[in-house]
């Protein structure tokens, strides 16, 4: 089982280290549960609380943390990041050998690295490629022409269709689908006409796709998701959409056709979000949002509600709403006493 020392941890990390240099860590645990052998982290004033009371060997803790109990620590500017970092030493993925299983099947043209490896009852495609150290696992569907770059990582039954583009380091979980048609269709007066979607997807480098996401293919031209984006589950990103670099999007959230989202912005769950709408780059959206139709979300200020607006805006029309049964109450008073007045 993996192990790093104190020091260690702080060099890894890039921090400082306090206390027993030399101690032994195994594991990376939850601050409540953590034991003398398990390292936590400490990110913000409630786990500082829970901290004094952890039995964990080493703490990940910010620069200004106060270490009054003399504890065994590492400062560090960011401890989630740095804990992530620790848990791919001390929680490695459990190794996966190359290969392809008796049962997939594979086309003639197809062309895989030596060292990838494909799962049991897999398909792969006519004149699909599958690069160095990619792994397809068992009941993926690779249709044709799709290319998949290196040490890809493709989680059981992902259906990627054909034409598709997937670059490297990319990682997709299980049941998604990548490249179905997208929603089009036009109305001729007496019935709905498929409007072939001919274009492709494109998925650039370092990006990780949620469970059960869809991402549909373009009309004409690429869906494309942009280098670093993370995709959380249950996810729809619908035809035409350009996602930027580094954009996170959290699960349940859809989005319409040709929506266009800049780099570094965020993205709540459950946000619908219409036609050609645009999320300029690092603009927060709020859980639960709704922007409307070719709507402009600015950077800046976050959004929230339906329609989407500023926070600050959408908070007090929320304050407002709550007061409107004492409102109503005292009209209700102010009419009782004027029909007196007029009687009288």
Same mark, same amino acid.
Not at 221 to 249: E, F, L, S, Y
């Given at each position: 089982?993996?192990?790093?020392?104190?020091?260690?941890? =702080?060099?890894?990390?890039?921090?400082?280290?306090?206390?027993? *240099?030399?101690?032994?860590?195994?594991?990376?645990?939850?601050?409540?549960? $953590? +034991?003398?052998?398990?390292?936590?982290?400490?990110? !913000?004033?409630? $786990?500082?609380?829970? $901290?004094?009371?952890?039995?964990?060997?080493? #703490?990940?803790?910010?620069?200004?943390?106060? !270490?009054?109990?003399?504890?065994?620590?590492?400062?560090?500017?960011?401890?989630?990041?740095?804990?992530?970092? &620790?848990?791919?030493? *001390?929680?490695?993925?459990?190794?996966?050998?190359?290969?392809?299983?008796?049962?997939?099947?594979?086309? *003639?043209?197809?062309?895989? =690295?030596?060292?990838? $490896?494909?799962?049991?009852?897999?398909?792969?495609?006519?004149?699909?490629?599958?690069?160095?150290?990619?792994?397809?696992?068992?009941?993926?569907?690779?249709?044709?022409? &799709?290319?998949?770059?290196?040490?890809?990582?493709?989680?059981? !039954?992902?259906?990627?269709?054909?034409?598709?583009?997937?670059?490297?380091?990319?990682? #997709?979980?299980?049941?998604?689908?990548?490249?179905?048609?997208?929603?089009?269709?036009?109305?001729?007066?007496?019935?709905?006409?498929?409007?072939?979607?001919?274009?492709?997807?494109?998925?650039?480098? %370092?990006?990780?796709?949620?469970?059960?996401?869809?991402?549909?293919?373009?009309?004409?031209?690429? +869906?494309?998701?942009?280098?670093?984006?993370?995709? %959380? !589950?249950?996810?729809?990103?619908?035809?035409?959409?350009?996602?930027?670099?580094?954009?996170?999007?959290?699960?349940?959230?859809?989005?319409?056709?040709?929506?266009?989202?800049?780099?570094?912005?965020?993205?709540?769950?459950?946000?619908?979000?219409?036609?050609?709408?645009?999320?300029?780059?690092?603009?927060?959206?709020?859980?639960?949002?709704?922007?409307?139709?070719?709507?402009?979300?600015?950077?800046?200020?976050?959004?929230?509600?339906?329609?989407?607006?500023? *926070?600050?805006?959408?908070?007090?029309?929320? =304050?407002?709403?709550?007061?409107?049964?004492?409102?109503?109450?005292? #009209?209700?008073?102010?009419?009782?006493?004027?029909?007196? #007045?007029?009687?009288?």
């Amino acid at each position: 089982m993996p192990a790093l020392t104190v020091a260690g941890i =702080a060099e890894l990390c890039g921090g400082e280290a306090e206390g027993e *240099l030399d101690r032994e860590i195994r594991s990376v645990n939850a601050l409540a549960d $953590a +034991t003398e052998l398990e390292l936590s982290f400490v990110n !913000n004033r409630k $786990a500082a609380v829970i $901290a004094q009371r952890s039995r964990a060997g080493c #703490l990940l803790v910010p620069l200004n943390f106060s !270490n009054s109990e003399r504890r065994t620590i590492v400062r560090v500017v960011d401890p989630r990041v740095a804990a992530a970092l &620790v848990i791919r030493v *001390l929680h490695p993925p459990r190794p996966i050998g190359s290969g392809v299983h008796p049962s997939a099947s594979i086309a *003639l043209s197809a062309k895989l =690295a030596p060292d990838c $490896a494909v799962g049991a009852n897999a398909v792969i495609g006519e004149f699909a490629q599958i690069g160095a150290g990619s792994i397809i696992s068992a009941g993926c569907v690779i249709q044709d022409d &799709v290319i998949i770059g290196e040490c890809c990582f493709l989680h059981a !039954n992902v259906t990627v269709y054909a034409g598709v583009r997937i670059a490297n380091r990319v990682a #997709l979980h299980s049941g998604c689908i990548i490249g179905a048609d997208g929603f089009g269709f036009a109305f001729n007066g007496k019935y709905y006409e498929k409007f072939p979607q001919i274009g492709g997807v494109l998925i650039e480098d %370092d990006v990780e796709i949620g469970a059960n996401t869809c991402i549909d293919r373009a009309a004409f031209g690429v +869906t494309r998701i942009g280098r670093g984006t993370k995709i %959380d !589950n249950m996810v729809h990103i619908a035809h035409n959409c350009d996602i930027g670099k580094h954009v996170v999007i959290a699960a349940q959230t859809g989005f319409s056709g040709a929506v266009k989202v800049g780099d570094y912005a965020v993205v709540g769950g459950q946000v619908g979000v219409g036609d050609k709408a645009t999320i300029e780059s690092r603009a927060i959206v709020g859980s639960g949002s709704g922007i409307l139709t070719s709507k402009i979300v600015r950077a800046g200020e976050p959004v929230w509600g339906t329609p989407a607006r500023p *926070l600050r805006q959408h908070l007090e029309q929320l =304050a407002s709403a709550a007061k409107t049964p004492q409102v109503l109450k005292e #009209l209700k008073s102010l009419r009782e006493r004027v029909e007196k #007045l007029e009687k009288s």
